[in-house]
């Protein structure tokens, strides 16, 4: 059974940091593309960041850039999201997500092929 489950998701206040976990089973882990995504309420779900398969090559939203980074642990299927300088608008649940391709870029969410349950973050200013 594919599993994708996400932790690390809470309260803080605008400027903290948070780090985001996607703990992975249930399929070959080194093949895929791994991204984060979030949805914010009455808003489309978007992409933040991704991390290839091949290389572990990143890619991250305008929005998020110089502030989050992702990462990648093949050892133990599982991928990071460090976000800091967090503001308000970063408020939503996140979504890591998993594609059986390598990536150019943060894919549009609705090509992946797995997804988590989500972990709510909110940010307070």
């Known amino acids: 059974e594919v599993q994708l489950v996400e932790s690390g998701g809470g309260s803080v206040q605008a400027g903290g940091s948070l780090r985001l976990s996607c703990a992975a089973s249930g399929f070959t882990f080194d093949d895929y593309s791994i991204g984060w995504f979030r949805q914010a309420p009455g808003k489309e779900r978007e992409g933040v960041s991704c991390i290839s398969s091949s290389y572990g090559t990143t890619y991250y939203a305008d929005s998020v850039k110089g502030r989050f980074t992702i990462s990648r642990d093949n050892a133990k299927n599982t991928v990071y999201l460090q976000m800091n300088n967090l503001k308000p608008e970063d408020t939503a649940v996140y979504y890591c997500?998993?594609?059986?391709?390598?990536?150019?870029?943060?894919?549009?969410?609705?090509?992946?092929?797995?997804w988590g349950k989500g972990t709510l973050v909110t940010v307070s200013s």
């Open positions: 997500a998993a594609i059986g391709t390598d990536v150019a870029g943060v894919p549009v969410y609705y090509n992946m092929d797995y």
